[in-house]
Every structure is written in structure tokens, then in C-alpha cells.
């Protein structure tokens, strides 16, 4: 229950007071909405395969249709690499290298990721920079555990290179074709310069928050130096912040909200569904979105499959706009010819909905059905990453691909990983409805969709409100497109070790 001061707080503050309290009552009454879902979508069933000669026919229709196209690449990129090295700040804080054994603390079961970083520790992109720091100083080291102890104190708290508290995307962990040490945001620039080679802007947009664009833009103009005076002149970047209005509140486990040390209520970030907003704002026909640490140098493979994605895209587009101008003309064929294309594309039969209705109602509801933003979503085999996948899903009476949150999967029968494939966030997303108007992208999200997860701060659980995800409840009445990709197309670090895979 919020108080007199918590209320004048709020104000003070800018906060939205009624929607405070309608968190507060969304937590206190645990009032999540329990997806209902059918199976996992699989190969001919809510996910299609091309050929490779498919892939770059429409590869080679994206390039052709592109250019006239205004078409923006976006990356949430606000996530900090804290996590990334939980194992080492622990081997910091617990190994004493006067007093305890390196080789039991290696072969500890607890200890695996940290095993597998020192048994590999050459390989890794920064470990000759951290080296040379440490000759530098002329440091002098007792035994293996000491060298080890210094090393990754340079590597997390260097004021100059280390990398703890440090946004994954200017992380230097990646090595390009000459040898040196690259960022995620450079790779991502890199990548949109081919990707968008055929257009005269290769446009990018970086959410992050607000205390990190200085060092988003040093990094930026640290790149811009290196390139081209033509490459120069096309890229165009863009950063954006969360907007605040969307921040939570969280609970304790006694079911108080937290506070800071004054008693005032401290708000979080409310997940990427809160970049609905942001892209909201985009004036672009259509958007390719990528996580920040998916991407690695020179990697033709990725941009041939976004290009796919995109050509896919630009084609299905086309035939749904030809459609909707047949059903709106009411022509003799076009109620059968848009049932085969649903069939065929989204992997619904509408049939039976339409039997026992006039034809009038018929082409009625086949435009209500097409008229709504189409994505087409890239899906890879599942190997048991953490994240969510494709899923059929009983939404408003009917059958809906949805991508699926493993914690939305709580409260189903069903496990994330029985399912065939997950999703790495790679996408095509339009933005403009077929007469080429801005979509009103919050009629198609899920409000219901809100997310309940539980977060460890200052060794205290708590439970935090999320916003319908980006590429779940946020778009949850969208059309979407489930393509297989390459695995290989895919990267994630969820931890440091991930460098090497």
C-alpha cells in the first residue's frame, strides 16, 4: 500500500501514481496470465525450411527491392556484462592465494566454468592485452594462483580495460581477420554497411541507458576513424534510452516493496518489451532486430541469412497487400486464394471458421485476419540455451505461433527444452501497414503477458514486473513467418567463456 509519502514521493519524481498502484495490486495478486499452450511448433508445423537455392532467390529480392526502402537495424544493447563473470569475481572473493590449494579449487564441481577459463585461458581475445598490462607493471607472480588472481583483477577492474560493469556491446572480446581486439557495436556497424549494401543509409539503432552513451559514442567514432570516407558517409546511428515511465517496482519475499536506505521505493527496468515504445517512434518501413552479443566478424553467413529473412519478408508483404486489395475488391477467388496463403505461410486453417457465414463475412474476416504486422523470425535447433522458442499457443479461441518465455512455460506442462528449436532474436519486423501507414503497434500487443521473475540484489531475492516481452506479448498479434537458420548464425554470451565458442 503506497503512503501519503510514497505518493508525494512519486510526484516529485514524475511517476505515474495510478499505474504504481496497479503494479503493486498485479503483484500482490500474482494475477499472471497462465499461457495456454498447445505443443511446440516444429519442421511443417509452424516452421518452415527453405532450400539454399530458395534462400538466395529471396536474398537476391531483397537486394533488388531494398534500396527504396527506409530500413534500420536494431540492437537493445543496455545489458551489462556483470553476469558474464560471476566464477571469477567468486574465485576473487573466496580463493586466498597465500592459503588455499588452485588445483582442488579447479577440480571442484562448483568450480567448472572456472576450470574451463583457466584451461583455456590463452585463447581468449584479451588475454595478450591483460599480459602486456601485467609486464607493464612489472609485477612479479608467487605461483600459477597468484598470476591467475592478478589476471583477472586487471580484466574486472582495470580502470582502463577492465570489463566488469561494462556494456556487453563495447566489451572487446571479438578478434576480426587482421588481428585485433573488436567490440560488438563495431561488428553491428560492420555487418550493416554489407547487409544494407544496396541502400544509400546503412542505419543502425543501439538502445542503451543513459550513463553509457559517451562511452557508446567514443567507441562509435573510435570505428568511423577507421573506415572509409564512402562507408563514413552511409552509416547513420541512432541510441535511444528505456523510457522511464516504464519502470517497476519490485517486491521483497515478505511482499513489501524495495526500498533504498532513505525508504524510498526503488524502481527497475521493466524488461525489453518496454523498447515497444522506442520503435514505436521509428519512421522505417521495417526493422532487423539482433541481440548485441549474437554476432561475429566477417560473418557472410549471418548477413546472407538476414538478407533471406528480409527478401522473405518483402515478398509475403507484396501477396498479403495484393489480398487485402482482392478482399476488399470481393473478387470470386480471392476468400479461397487467401485461405491457401494463411495455410501455406502461417500454418492456420481457417476453414472452419468461415463455414455456415456469407461470403461478404467471409472476405470480412480474412481482412481482419491479414490486415495486422507481419515479422518473419529466424528459429535455430535447440541446444538447450536459456531463452524462449516457438510455441503454439490457444489465444482468443484459436491456435497463434507464438515465441514463448521459458518462465511463461511455468505454469504448462510443457518443457523448453523437449522442444525442437529456440529463438536467437533475429528478426524482420514491418512497421508500416499496406497502404504504407505507421502500424499502431499497441493494438497488437498482449497486455496479459506480463512477467513475474526473480532477480538476486545485494543477496536479497526479489520479484520483478516485466513488461510483455519485445518479440512475445509485445507482438503477440502480429502474422509471423517461423524460418529455420543455421545454428551457426547464432552466438550468445551469457558468460565470458562464451568468447571461444
Known sequence: MLTKRDISYLKSINKDVLLVEQQLNFFKEENVH?????RPASL???IHKFSLKEQNEFKDFFDLNSSSLSITKFIPASGLASRMFYFLRDFISNFKVSQDDLDSYLIDSRNKDFQFFVNNIEAFPFYGLIKKRLNNSNNTFDNRADFLYQFIEVLLKDPEIGMEGIAKGLLPIFIDLDGYDVTGLELHILESLILFSNSSKAKI?????????????KAENSLM?????????????????QDARTDSIALLENKSMLRDSDGEIIFRKSGHGALIENI????????????????????????????????????????????LVELKKQTKTCVNESLAFIRENLHIDLSEKLNQVSFKKQTIIMRDF???????????????????????????DALALQIVEAVELQSSKIDLDKASFFNPVNMVCGLKDFEGEPWDLDEFIDSRRNLISIKNINSQSIKVLELPGLWNGSMAYWNSIFVQIPKTTFRSLKTINDCLE
Request: charged share 25%; net charge neutral.
Open 370 to 396: 491479414l490486415n495486422r504486422p507481419l515479422r518473419v523470425c529466424g528459429m535455430i535447433e535447440n541446444e538447450g540455451k536459456p531463452g524462449g522458442g516457438p510455441f503454439w499457443i490457444k489465444q482468443d
Open 205 to 217: 539503432h543501439f538502445t542503451l541507458d543513459a550513463d553509457q552513451i559517451q562511452s557508446f559514442i
Open 225 to 241: 576513424n577507421k573506415l572509409s570516407v564512402k562507408d563514413q558517409n552511409r552509416v547513420q546511428i541512432e541510441y535511444s534510452f
Open 280 to 323: 514505436r517512434r521509428f519512421k522505417a518501413d521495417l526493422i532487423f532486430i539482433k541481440t548485441v552479443d549474437s554476432i561475429k566478424p566477417n560473418d557472410m553467413e549471418s548477413v546472407d541469412v538476414q538478407k533471406f529473412m528480409g527478401g522473405l519478408y518483402l515478398n509475403r508483404y507484396d501477396q498479403v497487400a495484393d489480398l
Open 44 to 46: 511443417g508445423d509452424g
Open 34 to 38: 497462465n499461457l495456454s499452450v498447445a
